[in-house]
């Protein structure tokens, strides 16, 4: 199924990932492109203006009929996530996302969708394999037995479960990828929800711009995981959906860093060095996660084309500018607050 033509719906489209999707699709040429989201439209990252935009909360079945009516073609980004700081604090709110990947899959059935992605995580895999930072690559049969993140990676392994067995007693057809660290502009960098990239970035700049050349880390530092750019994971994702596999297939890139490593590369581009406190009491996550590529790459020959450095840069810069624009708004709010008192 080429993804050309289509009538898409993108779910979670105010979001990070969703709204690259959105604006990647209207230009490669859908017919139509349906973006939900349960955030006010003011709220979203990218509001395209070529895109159907709509704002529904898909734990509501009823919105979910709404909007997968007469598309061709769903993608379930829509999810309650965040980074480690959340889904460790949010256990039960990041499960109850089950529901709204159950009310999209009943509704893609039950309205003729020929085409189903849903967007997993590398949270789903095997705790037990990620207890080192030196971790070997996790391949995809690593999820099993299953003993994945508490809370959001169980919900996305459950649902990766529902997707096989739509497509196996319904003939829903199903693709499923499952991410690792996706980054970039025009996503989530303060607030709770953003994840270590971002949160780097804005801590850098923080430093950089109030003169405090120091820096919080959370864990020891030596923590390992790989990050991927979200243009390399756009191309992935309309590969894998374009394609012909049906089980679950790694995302990511396998490009592997500490996060102390992540630190060093945004303060080179930052062209500054600051001193470095660990918080060995905030959340951290698994002690190393890598992905292996080996089966995306002899599928579709697809492999990350953007260098870690490169990727922070563009979005060390996107950052940047959202951080000096709330500064000159704020400065713009007190003058005007002191001209009113005066």
Not at 28 to 53: H, I, T
Not at 170 to 199: I, M, S
Request: net charge negative.
């Amino acid at each position: 199924m080429k993804l050309k033509g289509q009538k898409i719906l993108v779910t979670g489209a105010g979001g990070f990932i969703g709204g690259h999707l959105v604006k990647d699709l209207l230009s490669s040429g859908a017919a139509q492109v349906r973006a939900v989201d349960v955030k006010p439209l003011d709220d979203w990252y990218q509001l395209l203006p070529g895109a159907e935009n709509l704002c529904l909360d898909l734990q509501e079945k009823q919105h979910c009929y709404t909007a997968a009516e007469g598309v061709n073609a769903i993608f379930q980004l829509a999810a309650d996530m965040g980074g480690m700081g959340f889904i460790e604090n949010n256990r039960a709110l990041c499960m109850l996302s089950v529901l709204i990947n159950t009310n999209m899959l009943m509704a893609a059935r039950d309205l003729g969708v020929q085409r189903f992605f849903y967007s997993s995580s590398a949270c789903v895999y095997n705790a037990a394999r990620q207890l080192t930072p030196d971790v070997i690559p996790l391949k995809e049969e690593d999820a099993y037995p299953a003993m994945p993140e508490d809370g959001y990676g169980w919900e996305k392994l459950f649902s990766e479960r529902m997707c096989r067995h739509f497509e196996e007693d319904f003939g829903l057809q199903c693709r499923v990828a499952r991410f690792h660290n996706v980054y970039g502009p025009h996503g989530t960098w303060d607030g709770g929800r953003e994840k270590a990239p971002a949160a780097i970035c804005r801590k850098v700049l923080h430093a950089k711009l109030t003169g405090s050349h120091q820096i919080e880390i959370w864990g020891d530092g030596r923590q390992t995981r790989s990050f991927m750019y979200i243009d390399d994971c756009l191309r992935g994702i309309k590969s894998i959906f374009e394609s012909d596999i049906r089980e679950p297939i790694n995302l990511g890139s396998s490009e592997l860093v500490t996060i102390d490593q992540l630190v060093s590369i945004v303060e080179d581009i930052a062209q500054i060095k600051l001193k470095r406190h660990y918080n060995l009491s905030a959340p951290r996550g698994v002690n190393g996660r890598n992905s292996d590529n080996a089966k995306i790459l002899h599928y579709l020959g697809w492999e990350p084309s953007t260098r870690l450095r490169d990727g922070l840069a563009r979005t060390y810069a996107w950052i940047e500018s959202q951080m000096l624009q709330s500064q000159s708004e704020a400065q713009f709010q007190a003058r005007a607050a002191g001209e009113c008192a005066a």
